[in-house]
T-cell receptor, first 113, second 114 residues
Framework: AQSVAQPEDQVNVAEGNPLTVKCTYS??????LFWYVQYPNRGLQFLLK??????LVKGSYGFEAEFNKSQTSFHLKKPSALVSDSALYFC???????????FGAGTTVTVRA | DGGITQSPKYLFRKEGQNVTLSCEQN?????MYWYRQDPGQGLRLIYY???????QKGDIAEGYSVSREKKESFPLTVTSAQKNPTAFYLC?????????????FGQGTRLTVV
């Protein structure tokens, strides 16, 4: 069975500092990996994805993530956080041989001014 | 504008009643998904569909039913068998064929049992 783990319920950083949100996954085959952000009472907005190719993926709003196959991780990073980055972040995984898309429990990011 | 439309935005149900949540997409996507979101539990997959007239149970399908009679529509029925239906429900779709795209989400339906 495939699964996603986001080990931190909350991440707190000061504005201007680096932001990291952790994600590890488990699939039987090769993974497709995604990061999404959610603002209160809204749907999810796509940030970035790893499908194939370069392990370092760059996405929207200055976010990036690195696919690490040996550690089965796909951590989300931003070099300099903004107060407006405060939101709920979700990591998701699909096995390349299946349509099932599974999400982690989410990490609440708070960036203080 | 292309996108996914969920309706209604808010829904109230009496105990013992079935209710149907609507999800329509005009993105010409093949795959569609239904998720339930509860505080602290992330998104849990209820059902998903790869093509018309085909769908699979997700991780928490008990008490729910779906149909996929048209490519653009994937309605979810919350039956009286679902013991704790109060939650935020999200529908999504993605394109397939070749490399997959990311899933696009609707704005959600908040269901409350009264």
């Amino acid at each position: 069975a495939q699964s996603v783990a986001q080990p931190e319920d909350q991440v707190n950083v000061a504005e201007g500092n680096p932001l990291t949100v952790k994600c590890t996954y488990s699939v039987s085959g090769n993974p497709y990996l995604f990061w999404y952000v959610q603002y209160p009472n809204r749907g999810l907005q796509f940030l970035l994805k790893y499908i194939t190719g370069d392990n370092l993926v760059k996405g929207s709003y200055g976010f990036e993530a690195e696919f690490n196959k040996s550690q089965t991780s796909f951590h989300l990073k931003k070099p300099s956080a903004l107060v407006s980055d405060s939101a709920l972040y979700f990591c998701a995984v699909r096995d390349m041989n299946d349509y099932k898309l599974s999400f982690g429990a989410g990490t609440t990011v708070t960036v203080r001014a | 504008d292309g996108g996914i439309t969920q309706s209604p935005k808010y829904l109230f149900r009496k105990e013992g009643q079935n209710v149907t949540l609507s999800c329509e997409q005009n993105l010409n996507h093949d795959a569609m998904y239904w998720y339930r979101q509860d505080p602290g539990q992330g998104l849990r997959l209820i059902y998903y569909s790869q093509i018309v007239n085909d769908f699979q149970k997700g991780d928490i399908a008990e008490g729910y039913s779906v149909s996929r009679e048209k490519k653009e529509s994937f309605p979810l029925t919350v039956t009286s068998a679902q013991k704790n239906p109060t939650a935020f429900y999200l529908c999504a779709s993605s394109a397939e064929g070749g490399l997959p795209t990311e899933a696009f989400f609707g704005q959600g339906t908040r269901l409350t049992v009264v």
